[in-house]
C-alpha cells in the first residue's frame, strides 16, 4: 500500500494551484456570462460560449481530478468515452439536420 | 494489506474512472436529445422566456466553489488533518446542498410559469436532463455526509484518504457535466 | 472473514448449507457456474418459443396460435436470447475462464459480481413473469415507438419490456466495470497486455463495449418509460417529437450490441483452433487489433439499421461506407483463422467442430450483412425474412456455435470429465444440419417477399414448401440441444476423467486442476510467455498443494439483498406504486451501505 499511495499522492497539485484554478474558473464563468449580455458578440457567441466551457472541463477534470498528474490509463479510460459521446452527439445533431436549419 | 496489482494502480479507482466514462455516455445521450429537440417545441413557454440566467449563474458558482472545497478536503484528509478536512468536506455537502435548493427554486418557479415535465419537448427534455444532473448532486451530497460521519467516528485517517479521492472524482464529474449544462442550455439559447 | 484452506475443504454440509453457500458465494466460478445454468434456462425458453413460431409458420393459414400471441412470442424470443441466453452465457465464460486465463485467484469485486447476476436473474424473472399475466412484451426487440407508446400499447406488456430491460442493463453495467478492472489490474506477473489469451482480449473489447453502449439505451428507455408513465412527449409527434429518435438511441446501442454477442465467440474459437491445430494462433496482434478496431468501428455503423427511414444520401452514403469497411478487420480475423490451422496437424474433436463450424456460418451471414450495407439493396431486404437469415447466421451460426466450442471446450476444466466425443458430434451435426435447414431458405423467403414478424401467409405466395423445410430444421436442432442435455447427464457419471489438461492446451487454466480448488492457483504464477505451456521457456511449475495459508474472501449476502431491492423498485414501478419503489429503495440503500461498511478482505 505504502508504495501506492506514496506513487499517488506525490501527483496531486498543491493549494495554491487549487485556488489559481478556482480563480480562472470564477473568472471564466462570469467572461462567459458577461458575453451572453453583450448584443455585439450575438453572431460568434457559440463558438466563444464552447470554447470558454470546454477550457473550464478541461482544468477542473486535469487539476481537480489529477488526470494531469495521475497514470495515463486513467486519462485513456476516460477519454475513449468522452470523445465517443462527442461524436455521437454531433452525429445526431447532423442526423436530426441541425447544421443545416442553423 | 499489500495488494498486488497489475499496474500498480488502485482496482477502485480504475473502476471508478470506467465508471465516470460511462456516465461521459449517459449524459451524452441526455445533451444530445436536449439539443437535437431544441427549437422543436410546438407551444410554450419557450427556453427564452423562461430560464432565469443570473439566478443560475449563481448557482452554477456556488457548484464550482464546492469543487475547490473538496479539493481541499482530500487535501485535508490526506495530510490528516482532522478539523480542515471535517470544514471542507462539510462546505463542498453544503454547497452542494445550496445549488439543489437552487435547482428546487428553478423548478418550482417554472412550473407556476407553465412548465412541466409533460407541457412540450423544451419540458420533457430540460427536466430529464437536469434532474438527472441534480440526482447525482443528491447522491453525491449524501455521499459526501457518509464520509462526514466516518470522519466524526475517527475512521477517516489518511490511509482512508482514496476513499474520499474517489468520492471527489463523482464530485468534480457532477460538476463538469454541469458546466457543459450551463453553457448549451442556459447560455446557448 | 479469512478463510483458511483448511476450512473451505472440510465444507460438505447440509441442503440448507448448501443453498445458503451459493445464494453468498462470491467465487468467480461459482458465479460462472450460476451464470451459465441460468442462462442455459433461459436458452431453452427462447428455443421453446422458438419452436412454437415456426410450427405456426410450418404451412399458410395456419391457426396454431394467434397474432396477439405470435407478437409475444417473437418479441420475447428475440430478447431472450440475446438479454437472457447469449450474453449471460459468454458471461459465464467471462467469470469462469478470465481469472483462470490471466492468473488470478477472482475478480477485482468479487461482491460486485454476485450482484451483477442477481441483478439479472431477477430482471430475466421479472420479464418472464409477463406470460403468468398473459402480457408478454408484443412489440419486437427492438421496441420502436409509436407502436410502444401507451396510445398503441396501453397494456403491461412494454411495461414489462422497458423496466425489465433497464434492470438487465444494470447487471451487465456492473459487470463490465468488474471484467475492465480485472483484467488490467489482476494479471499475473509476466502476463503483459500482448500475452494475454486472445479470450480474455475480446472480453475485454466486450466489456468495454458494455459500459459504453448501455448508457445509451438506458436513456431511450427511460424516455420512453416516461412516455408510458408520466405523459412526457420524447416519442409524441403531435407535440413535436421524432420518432427517429428511438430508433438512433436504441441502434446507437444496437450495433455495439451485436458486437458484445459475437466478440465473446470469437474469443472463444481463437482458443479452440489453437488448440486442435497444434499450432499457435496466426498473427496473434493482428487478430487483437482487429478486435479492438471493430469494438471502436461498431460505434460507427448503427444507422444501417435505419436506411428505410430516409436518412438522406449523405447519411446512406456514409453509413454504408462505415458498414462496408467494418468487414475489413472481420475478414482479417476469418483469414487468420484459417491460417491457424494451414499446416496444423487438426484433430477433429467436438470443439474444434463447433469452431470450424463456427468460422463456416459466420462467412454466410457476414457476407449477407455486408449485402445490406448497400443502401439500395437493403432497401429490398429490410423487414423482410432475409434479415432474419442474415441474423440467424451470425447469432446461431457465430454466437451459439462459438459458445458450444466453449462449453465442450472448458467442461473439463469446470467438472473434471470430459463429454461424450460420439453424442457430441452427434450433436454438431443435427445442430449444423438443422440450422442450415431452418435457416437458408429464409434468404430465399425473404427475397420472394415474405415480411418478418407476420403471424401467418396466404398459400398465393407460394412460399409454403420453404417454410417447412425451415421450420424442419428448427426441429433439427431443438432435438440437437436434447442430445446435448443427454450428453451433460451421461457425462456427470461416465465421462472421462480430464486431469489437468485433456486438450495439452497452451493457456494458464490448464496448469491447475479440474475442476480447480477455490484458491485457483496455489501459487501466483510467474508467466514467461504467451504460450506458457507450449514456450521452450517453461514457466515454473504450480504445486499441488499451496505451499502456504491461502487467504480467500468469504462470502456476503449483502450483494443478493441489494439486488433484491432492486427488483422491488421494478415491481413498484411496473405496479404503479410509489410506495413499493420506496421501500425498494429502501432495502438498495440498506444493502449499499452494508456492503460498504462489511468486513470484507479481497
Known amino acids: 500500500m505504502s508504495d501506492t499511495a506514496r506513487h499517488e499522492h506525490q501527483g496531486h497539485a498543491s493549494t495554491g494551484t487549487y485556488l489559481a484554478v478556482a480563480a480562472v474558473l470564477t473568472i471564466i464563468t462570469l467572461v462567459e456570462v458577461g458575453v451572453f449580455y453583450v448584443p455585439a458578440f450575438q453572431p460568434v457567441l457559440v463558438p466563444i460560449l464552447l470554447v470558454l466551457s470546454a477550457a473550464k472541463f478541461a482544468l477542473v477534470v486535469m487539476f481537480y481530478m489529477h488526470l494531469k498528474f495521475d497514470h495515463r490509463l486513467f486519462t485513456l479510460i476516460f477519454s475513449l468515452p468522452l470523445l465517443l459521446a462527442l461524436g455521437v452527439a454531433i452525429a445526431l445533431l447532423f442526423l436530426f439536420g441541425a447544421f443545416v436549419l442553423g | 494489506m499489500t495488494h498486488y496489482t497489475a499496474t500498480g494502480l488502485d482496482s477502485r479507482k480504475l473502476a471508478f474512472w470506467a465508471f465516470i466514462g460511462s456516465e461521459c455516455l449517459l449524459f451524452g445521450s441526455l445533451i444530445s436529445t436536449y439539443l437535437v429537440y431544441k427549437g422543436r417545441s410546438v407551444r410554450g413557454p419557450t427556453p427564452q422566456e423562461i430560464l432565469n440566467i443570473p439566478l443560475t449563474s449563481v448557482s452554477t458558482f456556488v457548484l464550482l466553489t464546492s469543487s475547490l472545497a473538496m479539493v481541499l478536503a482530500l487535501a485535508a484528509v490526506a495530510r490528516g488533518d482532522k478539523l480542515w478536512s471535517r470544514v471542507w468536506l462539510f462546505s463542498t455537502a453544503f454547497l452542494g446542498s445550496i445549488f439543489l435548493g437552487f435547482q428546487a427554486y428553478e423548478f418550482t418557479e417554472f412550473v407556476h410559469n407553465g412548465l412541466t415535465i409533460t407541457t412540450n419537448l423544451f419540458g420533457s427534455t430540460f427536466y430529464t436532463l437536469t434532474g438527472t444532473h441534480g440526482a447525482h448532486v443528491a447522491v453525491g451530497v449524501i455521499w459526501l455526509l457518509t464520509l462526514l460521519v466516518r470522519s466524526f467516528q475517527g475512521k477517516l485517517g489518511p490511509d482512508k484518504a482514496l476513499n474520499v479521492e474517489i468520492a471527489g472524482l463523482y464530485w468534480h464529474f457532477v460538476d463538469v457535466v454541469w458546466i457543459v449544462i450551463f453553457t448549451v442550455v442556459y447560455l446557448i439559447q | 472473514m479469512a478463510t483458511a484452506v ?51 409458420l410450418a404451412h399458410s393459414g395456419n391457426d396454431l396460435v394467434s397474432a396477439e400471441t405470435f407478437n409475444q412470442l417473437f418479441t420475447m424470443h428475440g430478447t431472450t436470447m440475446i438479454f437472457l441466453a447469449v450474453m449471460p452465457l459468454s458471461a459465464a465464460f467471462f467469470n469462469y475462464i478470465v481469472p483462470l486465463q490471466i492468473g488470478a485467484r477472482d475478480v477485482a469485486f468479487p461482491r460486485l459480481n454476485a450482484f451483477s447476476y442477481w441483478v439479472f436473474l431477477f430482471g430475466g424473472l421479472l420479464l418472464n413473469a409477463s406470460f403468468l399475466f398473459g402480457a408478454a412484451p408484443d412489440g419486437g426487440w427492438f421496441g420502436y415507438p409509436n407502436l410502444t407508446s401507451k396510445q398503441y400499447s396501453p397494456g403491461l406488456n412494454i411495461d414489462f419490456w422497458v423496466i425489465g430491460l433497464q434492470v438487465l442493463g444494470i447487471a451487465s453495467l456492473a459487470a463490465g466495470f468488474n471484467f475492465v478492472v480485472t483484467i488490467i489490474n489482476l494479471r499475473a506477473p509476466g502476463m503483459r497486455m500482448m500475452r494475454l489469451p486472445v479470450f480474455t482480449w475480446m472480453t475485454l473489447v466486450t466489456q468495454f463495449l458494455v459500459i459504453t453502449a448501455f448508457p445509451v439505451i438506458t436513456v431511450a428507455l427511460v424516455f420512453l418509460m416516461f412516455d408510458r408513465f408520466f405523459g412526457t412527449t420524447f416519442y409524441s409527434t403531435a407535440a413535436g417529437g421524432d ?9 446507437l446501442f444496437g450495433h455495439p450490441e451485436v458486437y458484445i454477442l459475437i466478440l465473446p465467440a470469437m474469443g472463444i474459437v481463437s482458443e479452440v483452433l489453437p488448440t486442435f491445430s497444434r499450432k499457435p494462433l496466426f498473427g496473434y496482434a493482428v487478430v487483437v487489433y482487429s478486435g479492438l478496431l471493430i469494438g471502436v468501428m461498431g460505434w460507427g455503423v448503427w444507422a444501417h439499421h435505419m436506411f428505410a427511414v430516409g436518412m438522406g444520401p449523405i447519411a446512406d452514403s456514409v453509413f454504408s461506407a462505415t458498414t462496408m469497411l467494418i468487414a475489413i478487420p472481420t475478414g482479417v480475423k476469418i483469414f487468420n483463422w484459417l491460417a491457424t490451422m494451414w499446416g496444423g496437424q487438426v484433430q477433429f474433436r467436438t470443439p474444434m467442430l463447433f469452431a470450424l463450424g463456427f468460422i463456416a456460418m459466420f462467412i454466410i451471414g457476414g457476407l449477407s450483412g455486408v449485402m445490406h450495407s448497400s443502401a439500395a439493396a437493403d432497401l429490398q431486404q429490410t423487414d423482410t425474412y432475409f434479415v432474419v437469415a442474415h441474423i440467424h447466421y451470425v447469432l446461431f451460426g457465430g454466437a451459439i456455435q462459438g459458445i458450444f466450442a466453449g462449453i465442450y471446450y472448458w467442461w473439463p476444466k469446470i467438472t473434471g470429465r470430459l463429454m461424450n466425443e460420439k453424442l457430441g458430434k452427434w450433436h454438431f451435426w443435427l445442430s449444423f444440419i438443422g440450422m442450415n435447414l431452418a435457416f437458408f431458405p429464409m434468404h430465399f423467403i425473404g427475397l420472394l417477399g415474405m415480411p418478418r414478424r407476420i403471424y401467418t401467409y396466404s398459400p398465393e405466395l407460394g412460399l409454403d414448401t420453404l417454410n417447412l423445410v425451415s421450420t424442419v430444421g428448427a426441429f433439427l436442432i431443438g432435438i440437437s440441444v436434447l442430445i446435448f442435455i443427454y450428453n451433460v447427464w451421461w457425462t456427470r457419471r461416465h465421462g472421462e476423467v480430464a486431469g489437468n489438461d485433456p ?48 487467504h480467500l474472501p468469504g462470502g456476503s449476502y449483502w450483494p443478493v439483498v441489494t439486488a433484491f431491492g432492486i427488483l422491488v423498485m421494478a415491481a413498484g414501478a411496473l405496479l404503479h406504486s410509489l410506495w413499493v419503489v420506496l421501500l425498494g429503495g429502501a432495502v438498495l440503500v440498506v444493502g449499499i451501505y452494508a456492503w460498504a461498511f462489511e468486513p470484507f478482505e479481497v
Do not use: C
Open chain 3, 6 to 56: 483448511a476450512e473451505v475443504k472440510a465444507e460438505k454440509a447440509s441442503l440448507g448449507s448448501t443453498l445458503w453457500s451459493w445464494l453468498t458465494t462470491t467465487d468467480h466460478k461459482r458465479i460462472g457456474i450460476l451464470y451459465g445454468v441460468t442462462a442455459f434456462v433461459f436458452f431453452l425458453i427462447g428455443g421453446l418459443e422458438a419452436l412454437i413460431i415456426r410450427a405456426q
Open chain 3, 503 to 550: 486438450w495439452r492446451a497452451a493457456t494458464l487454466e490448464w496448469t491447475i486442476p479440474s475442476p480447480p480448488p477455490p484458491y485457483n492457483f496455489s501459487v501466483i504464477p510467474e508467466v514467461v510467455s504467451r504460450l506458457p505451456r507450449w514456450s521452450v521457456t517453461q514457466m515454473k511449475a504450480i504445486p499441488e498443494v499451496p505451499p502456504e495459508p491461502i
Open chain 3, 243 to 251: 420518432l427517429l429518435l428511438w430508433q438512433h438511441l436504441f441502434w
